[in-house]
């Protein structure tokens, strides 16, 4: 699996690849006004602006459709951004492509869809142009995974992965929670794909940009794609998320570019850290194992007194304990009833299993035979 590094198809200098623009295009004003406040920083090199927009419900602004690509055609020949636009329909591949659109990204909501990839991946075939792979909504790696794959055997290698976050059901302080381990697995999985963040949509929250974008350049992300509005206020679509283009020029500016690599003496305080941490997980995992085991014999002895296994009123006491002591240790409250969730998950499935297994077992016992 080959992949073409991100300097070979985007004229990179030092620092991250930043990508911004608006969410949508709106207006042609709106589109240059924003692209020459942002063209002043110098690490965007791309502008982005979507024109055809995937909308949950009917009835929004579902994008300004084809007459917006000749604004962006603007912004390229007035700024010298590249211009990138979302493409969910082999007809929006074509229409881009003739419109010269120099990037295509493929949006959270089409990534879910192998039907979808298919189709765009065949329309792409034999077409010379990068191609950005937002993950999925739903935290499934597998999709994510298979769509770079489909794009990759049309021959495509100018591919990038963007992180954008997942869909949950759960409250959380994110719109769209990030569930780093997902990208961090697929850059293990598919070494030398360039993976580019979008902290916008994960946050959903403007004053929240900021700390994710660091957070993912600490995480080695070779980019951000940054929505960006010259007056978010008033944007027709997430104006929550938006920047205004002083917000990027000082996210950009604050941005602490680390190296992946120390001196060798940092390395090797690294390590024993490392290996400190090593140790934590093996214990971590060896009372997880006991602690299930404990769970069925909790189980085996639930089912040999035809008790349920759900005690609600025990998991929320056990709950509010837990996540009682948890804060008195300084552990994020988020991370906690998450961990503690999926613990308590996984110690009702074991019990379950039990269940089961006791109910298929033979009936040995001559009383109860019928
Ligand atoms: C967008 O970038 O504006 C967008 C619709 O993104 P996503 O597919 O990540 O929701
Ligand atoms: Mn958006």
Not at 131 to 151: F, Q, S
Request: aromatic share 6%; glycine share 6%.
């Amino acid at each position: 699996m080959e992949f073409a590094p991100l300097n070979k198809w985007i004229p990179l200098d030092e620092g991250p690849l930043v990508i911004a623009g608006p969410c949508s295009a709106e207006s042609e004003f709106q589109v240059l006004e924003t692209a020459r406040q942002i063209a002043t920083i110098p690490q965007v090199k791309v502008f982005r602006a979507g024109i055809w927009k995937p909308r949950s419900r009917p009835g929004s602004f579902e994008g300004i459709g084809k007459i917006g690509l000749s604004w962006l055609n603007k912004v390229k020949s007035e700024t010298g951004l590249l211009t990138t636009v979302e493409v969910a329909k082999p007809i929006h591949v074509q229409e881009a492509v003739e419109a010269g659109i120099d990037i295509l990204w493929i949006g959270a909501r089409t990534v879910v869809n192998p039907f979808s990839i298919q189709e765009l991946s065949e329309s792409l075939s034999g077409i010379d142009i990068p191609v950005m792979l937002k993950n999925p909504l739903n935290p499934d790696i597998k999709l994510w995974i298979g769509a770079i794959e489909r794009l990759l055997k049309t021959g495509h290698t100018k591919l990038a992965a963007i992180h954008r976050g997942f869909s949950q059901f759960e409250k959380s302080p994110y719109r769209y929670p990030p569930h780093w381990e997902i990208p961090i697995e697929l850059m293990r999985i598919m070494p030398g794909l360039p993976v580019i963040c979008d902290p916008s949509h994960i946050t959903g929250n403007a004053n929240m940009v900021p700390h994710i974008a660091q957070q993912a350049l600490d995480l080695e992300m070779q980019g951000l794609m940054i929505e960006t509005h010259f007056d978010p206020l008033h944007a027709l679509t997430d104006a929550h998320q938006q920047l205004s283009p002083s917000s990027l020029k000082t996210l950009v500016e604050n941005l602490v570019i680390r190296s992946p690599k120390g001196t060798f003496e940092f390395e090797r305080s690294l390590m024993e850290l490392r290996h400190d941490i090593d140790q934590i997980d093996d214990e971590i995992i060896q009372l997880l194992a006991k602690r299930m085991d404990i769970a069925k014999e909790m189980g085996r002895y639930k089912s040999t007194h035809n008790i349920t296994i759900l005690q609600l009123r025990r998991w929320k006491e056990l709950f509010a304990d837990r996540m009682l002591k948890g804060q008195e240790k300084g552990l994020d409250n988020y991370f906690l009833s998450n961990l503690l969730r999926l613990i308590h998950e996984q110690s009702i499935q074991i019990q379950t299993n039990v269940m089961n297994e006791k109910k298929d077992e033979p009936n040995d016992d001559p009383n109860t035979k019928k």
